[in-house]
């Protein structure tokens, strides 16, 4: 991601997350859980917008509920609730949202072409669809929406100007024909639970935060191997932090409130899956005792942050 794109994505979704904390001393929120989404179109855009909508989802998260950024592992199946129920539970949401994006060409003029369920997929003009499922931390179905976005131009191919390996550049992605289709998306979706959620009750009240700064510590550890990562890629908060790492931990100055982590993994054990990437978005209680917070990376690949 560029750091003028990253700055900027950051920006609006700690905007939204501090609006959130302030509102959290009022009253309870509930917190929805979002997964990586599966890709069924066949193409590269595909596949990182589906990795990366959680973020986008954050990014346009309103003020009714907290998202939380989940990682179930690299391979989602998403007519599976047991495993993202059981993620949920494991970083203590409400509810959580799963799902596939799906492109469907029509017309015949020309354009990139992608090979989808068996298919030559004529990309020049496209519906593009996403299926998305709530549920609750039990793993009961709550809704299943849908949405249909039609986009012009030669948009899944062109990935060049908005992807830089897992990250992408927001808005520049957000100007484009496909960004705009994604983002109206995500509004729908949300839309369209807002009463689902509305109706749970929340676990967790979250307490009104003290002001200040503290160092925190950031680790990751493999639980099942136990053992811990020495080499892996960190930005916190926009910056990158990796070159200030030492053995295997970040130390830096966080203030109090939500922070937003990325960490792309470089030393897993032999056999070991992991995602391509890791998004956090844990909130810094400056105030509490706990001040080091540990990526737990369990055997199927998911990450789960905790406080120690």
């Not at 020309?110 to 669809?129: D, F, K």
């Not at 793993?139 to 992408?168: C, H, N, P």
Request: charged content about 20%; overall charge neutral.
């Amino acid at each position: 991601m560029t750091p003028s794109g990253e700055a900027a994505m950051t920006q609006r979704c700690l905007l939204a997350l501090l609006f959130l904390t302030a509102l959290c001393a009022a009253q309870p929120v509930v917190t929805l859980g979002v997964c990586p989404f599966e890709d069924q179109t066949g193409a590269p855009a595909g596949e990182r917008v589906a990795k990366l909508l959680p973020l986008m989802f954050l990014d346009k998260a309103p003020a009714a509920y907290r998202v939380v950024l989940l990682n179930p592992g690299p391979m989602p199946d998403v007519d599976d609730t047991a495993w993202p129920a059981e993620l949920g539970r494991m970083n203590g949401v409400d509810a959580v949202i799963i799902g596939r994006v799906r492109a469907v060409g029509q017309g015949k003029g020309p354009g990139m072409q992608s090979q989808t369920n068996g298919r030559v997929l004529n990309l020049a003009t496209a519906h593009l669809l996403m299926e998305a499922t709530l549920i609750d931390a039990s793993g009961k179905k709550l809704r299943a929406v849908s949405t249909d976005e039609s986009v012009k131009g030669i948009w899944f191919g062109d990935v060049a100007g908005y992807f830089t390996g897992v990250t992408f550049d927001p808005p520049k992605f957000a100007s484009s024909q496909l960004g705009k289709a994604i983002y109206h998306s995500i509004e729908s979706i949300q839309g369209q639970i807002a009463g689902d959620l509305k109706a749970l009750t929340p676990k967790t009240n979250l307490e009104s935060l003290a002001g200040g700064s503290c160092e925190v510590t950031i680790r990751v550890q493999f639980t099942e191997k136990q053992r811990a990562s020495k080499a892996f890629d960190i930005a916190v908060n926009r910056k990158e932090e990796s070159l200030s790492m030492k053995d295997g931990a970040l130390t830096t100055k966080l203030p109090s409130g939500p922070a937003l982590i990325r960490i792309v993994l470089h030393d897993p054990p032999f056999r070991q899956v992991v995602q391509d990437v890791y998004y956090l978005n844990p909130i810094v209680d400056c105030s509490k005792e706990a001040k080091t917070l540990v990526l737990e990376v369990g055997n199927s690949g998911e990450g789960v942050p905790r406080w120690k």
